[in-house]
């Protein structure tokens, strides 16, 4: 399996991989610098019942992202892998729903 072959415009593969690692490190770090901004807020355990839920949702989202891209580049893997192995490179058609599906998902967390 070629890393460097084009999967769409100027990405490859590898570039895929690669957004994804820094994705989530960034993400990583600016979650660790929102608890850190709202830790002077808590001053009781009614602030923390306000602004644990938040911090809890950023998580959630972070991660609900890096699932997406993951599950992504695992079909863009496969297609890559079939196509180097004699196979014609296709993808089934519930990997095309799940790519769909996610597509969707994405567009509706951007217009949020």
């Known amino acids: 399996m070629d890393l460097?072959?084009?999967?769409?415009?100027?990405?490859?593969?590898?570039?895929?991989?690669?957004?994804?690692?820094?994705?989530s490190r960034e993400k990583e770090k600016k979650?660790?610098?929102?608890?850190?901004?709202?830790k002077p807020f808590i001053k009781g355990p009614g602030d923390a019942t306000i602004l644990?839920?938040?911090?809890?949702?950023?998580?959630?989202?972070?991660?609900?992202?890096?699932?997406?891209?993951i599950k992504m580049a695992a079909i863009v893997q496969r297609?890559?892998?079939?196509?180097?192995?004699?196979?014609?490179g296709a993808i089934s058609q519930?990997?095309?729903d799940d790519l769909i599906k996610l597509a969707l998902e994405q567009n509706h967390q951007i217009e949020e």
């Open 4 to 23: 460097d072959s084009k999967i769409f415009k100027d990405k490859t593969f590898s570039s895929l991989l690669e957004d994804i690692y820094k994705n």
């Open 31 to 38: 979650i660790k610098n929102l608890i850190d901004d709202l």
């Open 52 to 69: 644990v839920p938040l911090i809890k949702g950023y998580l959630e989202q972070a991660i609900k992202n890096d699932d997406h891209l």
């Open 79 to 88: 297609a890559l892998t079939n196509g180097t192995e004699g196979g014609d």
């Open 94 to 96: 519930d990997e095309r």
